[in-house]
């Protein structure tokens, strides 16, 4: 006779939102695409008003496009005073806090559209639209291509850089270089294009059109890591300590387990919000949308604590029904793995029995909400 498993379950992870909230801070009539940060001065790329600054982390901005024509700004990239701006109309370089500007496309193509920039050492690479990568090695006074093996006019969204690999995000998936760009390798994600890179250690994280993915191994494998993202169209990423942060196409998420459990954190953004970028200043994360936002991180946390006393699932695997105990009112939320949400239900203090019949077989996330404190966990169906 097969036997059936009933287990207790009980959350391992419990997470208060209560006091970590968004504000905008300005620039709320455009959209800011880039963002640097040096101490208190935030400086701000936007779509259709060219570059920003603020020396008051925000509460007021100025315009600071002298010697700079065009306007649409794709990326910013500091390295000591030399500040890079990557355009519609190739790169221009300041040196006094951006007072004024200088072009910097000795040796790009004329009217080069350059959306990403990395930064090491005295070595300055700049991915473009539809040109491949350039590299400088003398702060942008003359560039030369190195794109050998990368696809033929492949915009290049991202560009990282780990000790000596670099690596690309592009249209057609994610590169790597270990000589300084001289030769480019696919390593995988061709399943979308690569919007975001982050490095912590050895692992990589990717943000793609179709979430994010994970690699411990320079990009030999990578495996999907997206439970609890209700959105999964990834623009930004960010690292900071043992969080990583994720802007999508509606709000942000963050993880403080390499990604294997994500948490909403858009409380105080306007829904359907696309977040593109991300800056981190201190105990302060600062966004890229319409707009810019900041956030207190030292209202985000996750406390790791046996929660026997909180709630508890059981069985699981379960076949139809499944049973809550809580100690409190609160609201679970099941969703699928694309993070759907697919039932929602009040629960009173004690016993719940959910019918869970009309779900097809396979893995689920379930999310109890109460006084503004959130739990997760994964539920199987039988």
């Given at each position: ?8 379950l ?45 020396t ?5 901005w ?17 390295s000591?005073?030399n ?38 050492d ?76 982050a ?28 439970t ?7 623009h930004?990423?960010a ?5 990583i ?120 996330i ?17």
């Open positions: 006779m097969k036997k059936t498993l009933l287990l207790f009980t959350f391992t992870v419990y997470a208060n939102f209560a006091s970590a909230q968004w504000q905008q801070i300005g620039l709320d009539s455009t959209y800011v695409g880039a963002l640097t940060i040096n101490g208190d001065t935030i400086f701000a790329g936007t779509t259709l008003n060219g570059v920003y600054i603020s008051n982390k925000g509460s007021s100025t315009a600071i496009n002298t010697g700079m024509p065009t306007t649409q700004i794709y990326v910013l990239a500091k000591g005073s500040i890079f701006v990557g355009t519609e109309d190739g790169i221009y370089l300041s040196t006094n806090n951006g007072d004024n500007w200088t072009a910097m496309n000795n040796g790009l193509p004329a009217n080069t559209e350059v959306y990403s920039i990395a930064i090491r005295s070595n300055v690479f700049a991915g473009t639209y539809h040109n491949g990568i350039f590299l400088s090695t003398n702060n942008g006074q003359l560039w030369t291509s190195v794109d050998s093996g990368l696809i033929a006019n492949d915009p290049v969204y991202k560009l990282a850089i780990d000790g000596n690999n670099i690596f690309a995000g592009t249209y057609d998936g994610l590169f790597l270089s270990s000589n300084n760009g001289s030769t480019w390798t696919n390593i995988g994600l061709t399943i979308g294009s690569v919007m975001s890179l490095i912590d250690g050895s692992n990589i994280f990717a943000g793609t059109l179709g979430g994010v993915y994970l690699s411990s191994n320079n990009g030999l494998l990578w495996s999907g890591v997206n609890g993202m209700t959105n999964t169209i990834v930004a990423l690292i900071n300590g043992n969080y942060f994720v802007g999508t196409q509606d709000g942000v998420f963050f993880s403080n387990n390499n990604g294997q459990l994500w948490y909403d954190l858009s409380t105080g953004l306007p829904n359907n919000l696309s977040v593109v970028s991300f800056a981190l200043s201190g105990d302060t994360l600062y966004a890229g949308a319409q707009g810019v936002w900041k956030l207190p991180l030292l209202g985000v946390g996750i406390a790791e604590k046996n929660n026997e006393n909180i709630i508890s699932v059981y069985p699981n695997p379960a076949i139809s029904n499944l049973t809550i105990e809580t100690m409190q009112r609160s609201t679970i939320v099941i969703s699928n793995l694309q993070g759907q949400n697919l039932f929602q239900q009040q629960l009173l203090q004690g016993k719940t029995a959910i019918d869970i019949g009309i779900l097809a077989k396979g893995i689920y379930l999310r109890l909400n109460s006084n503004n404190k959130t739990a997760v966990t994964k539920i199987v169906k039988e």
